[in-house]
């Protein structure tokens, strides 16, 4: 392209109140973006507004359908490719939308009519904040790297630089809870923190954001994301440490139900898989290399497939060699295994012990070895 384009996708994002509707106006300025134009669009991607931006400026008006949390996604050239995706939440009224493509990771400057608008705008300001600071901290920190170089040319001081480099890595990661719980402490009797919780990692520890969720507002609480975040929390209640594990539905390829205590396994990992999933199928390997040789010690794994077609699971796990137990359903997304267990993504791993009851959920795959290490050192 020989111009400058700039998109906007505002994409509905979640349910929307649509007894809340009627006129609304957005303008405001995309810097450096002479030409391009803005595109609203609803939750099945019908288009609802549309408007050029002609010297820097767009401007919108139109009659609003729906009330609720929307997507924005803006790309330029002049970004080299870069797309920043932020939401918002529109409801009838005035909007203002200023865009610097120079600080694109930023939450854009929204001025608004909406108070929940407001609010949202107050936790990415945060966020942003918090992004920033840890920015600072990773330059300091190499800074001293640099001052530190010569002395390593002469194995001095090795020890300090690998504390450096511990300390860089855990700097660059900005902790969303950490950014939540700021919030929280800050605007407490905010509408938008259920909203907010539910796109977070809660099924990791639900016995923690349960006990975040008592602390909300009851208007926050009596959203729909509220309402479903609650019921969420409770079903995740059942997932905890020492907990029962869900029944597992499905057969394995030959048609048998599974059947734990048959087993005789002192340690099982639960493995959440599907066939068109690349990093779960890398991970197979990982599992081989460096698992299954504590299968004489009592370890033994799971696999529950996510997928939908029986073709497609089987030769996978002909091509992966998994020797060990498959069991699928084949309902895809809908199957009750991805309900029950609180799979939000794949792969997704639990610990389980030979009576069947939960050990823990583990996030990484890079953390597995050491937990089920940790697990026969201490029988």
Not at 201 to 221: I, T
């Amino acid at each position: 392209m020989k111009y400058l384009s700039f998109i906007f996708l505002i994409v509905l994002f979640c349910a929307c109140n649509r007894s809340q509707t009627g006129d609304i106006e957005i303008s405001g300025t995309a810097k450096n973006a002479t030409y391009g134009s803005i595109v609203i669009k609803d939750i099945v991607k019908n288009m609802i507004f549309k408007a050029d931006i002609k010297d820097n400026k767009f401007a919108i008006k139109g009659y609003l359908q729906y009330s609720g949390y929307y997507r924005m996604i803006f790309s330029t050239p002049a970004t080299k490719g870069i797309t920043r995706e932020v939401e918002l939440y529109l409801e009838p009224g005035n909007y203002t939308i200023n865009i610097d493509p120079a600080f694109i990771n930023d939450y854009p400057a929204v001025t608004s009519t909406s108070e929940v608008q407001k609010q949202l705008s107050q936790y990415y300001a945060i966020n942003d904040t918090m992004r920033h600071e840890s920015r600072r901290k990773v330059i300091a920190i190499n800074n001293q790297m640099k001052t530190g170089g010569d002395e390593i040319k002469d194995g001095d001081n090795i020890e300090e630089i690998a504390r450096l480099q511990e300390e860089e890595i855990k700097a660059s990661r900005v902790d969303p809870l950490s950014v939540f719980n700021a919030f929280m402490n800050k605007y407490p009797d905010n509408v938008v923190a259920s909203h907010i919780m539910i796109g977070m990692d809660y099924q990791n520890d639900p016995a923690s954001y349960q006990k975040l969720y008592q602390k909300f507002s009851a208007g926050a609480k009596a959203t729909e994301d509220g309402k479903t975040l609650e019921q969420k929390l409770k079903q995740l209640s059942g997932l905890a440490p020492g907990s029962p594990m869900p029944k597992i539905e499905g057969s394995t390829p030959t048609g048998e139900k599974l059947d734990i205590k048959a087993m005789h396994k002192k340690l099982l990992l639960i493995d959440f898989w599907r066939s068109t999933n690349g990093t779960s199928r890398d991970n197979h390997k990982r599992i081989i290399g460096q698992l299954m040789q504590l299968s004489t010690k009592g370890f033994g794994v799971i696999s529950v497939s996510l997928d939908t077609v029986r073709a497609k699971w089987t030769a996978a796990i002909d091509k992966d060699k998994m020797k060990w137990t498959q069991i699928s359903d084949l309902k895809g997304d809908e199957s009750l295994n991805g309900v029950n267990w609180g799979i939000k993504s794949i792969p997704a791993y639990y610990l389980i012990d030979g009576e069947g009851r939960i050990i823990k959920r583990v996030s990484e795959f890079n953390d597995l070895p050491a937990e089920v290490e940790d697990f026969f050192k201490a029988e």
